[in-house]
């Protein structure tokens, strides 16, 4: 099956420092997806992109969907204690409604 | 909104012992699934239900089962429960209209945090 390759699996960042996390894969994807897990909490989605070259903001989140449709980046300004959490990209592929989904980023913010 | 809701939050179960996860969204959803999340392994898909009446394996499927109760209610059954069963379960649902977030992106329940000892 499909599969997607997160990195980094974690990252220890002082407040107000820019994040940057990517997924690739081996296949196409005509969608793809960010969610935010905060600690004890299910996904919450971030931002979608549906275009390839598509670059999508959501405050200080940036998003962009790879040219190549293999790959997308998630890129957080001067981050805050309350972007911790586990970062998730999710892909959609062909017809298929179901996402596949990263291993995660786990990202800490140090005050 | 209530969007997915999911029962119970926390359970310990003895090996050996049943339940079922009960998870129901509001949202006229068409589309439910079942992950398992642990620790390095991301989310993994055990079962989900493209529709109303149809229900299929995913990645992990072995030792659950589901049922589609309605196009509100997705369950999860654990007929006998075994330590590596021991896990973090999220529903989420997908697909209700024009929207394409509304299609594609899923809405996630808080979980159930179940230890099996």
């Known amino acids: 099956g499909q599969q997607l390759n997160q990195s980094p699996q974690s990252m220890f960042i002082q407040e107000g420092e820019d994040v940057s996390m990517n997924c690739t894969s081996s296949s196409i994807f005509n969608t793809w997806l960010w969610y935010k897990q905060d600690p004890g909490e299910g996904p919450v989605l971030l931002i979608a992109?549906?275009?390839?070259?598509e670059l999508t903001s959501n405050g200080r989140l940036t998003a962009q969907f790879g040219i190549t449709r293999k790959d997308s980046f998630l890129n957080i300004s001067a981050s805050i204690p309350s972007d911790v959490g586990i970062y998730f990209c999710a892909g959609r592929g062909g017809s298929n409604y179901k996402l596949t989904f990263g291993k995660g980023t786990l990202l800490t913010v140090n005050p | 909104n209530a969007g997915v809701t999911q029962t119970p939050k926390f359970q310990v179960l003895k090996t050996g012992q049943s339940m079922t996860l009960q998870c129901a969204q509001d949202m006229n959803h068409n589309s439910m699934y079942w992950y398992r999340q642990d620790p390095g392994m991301g989310l993994r898909l055990i079962y989900y239900?493209?529709?109303?009446?149809?229900?299929d394996k995913g990645e992990v499927p072995n030792g659950y089962n589901v049922s589609r109760l309605n196009k509100r209610e997705f369950s999860l059954r654990l007929e006998s429960a075994a330590p590596s069963q021991t896990s973090v379960y999220f529903c989420a649902s997908s697909g209700g209209g024009a929207d394409r977030e509304l299609n594609y992106g899923y809405t996630f329940g808080s979980g159930t945090r179940l230890t099996v000892v």
């Open positions: 992109l549906y275009k390839a070259g």
């Open positions: 239900s493209a529709s109303e009446g149809t229900t």
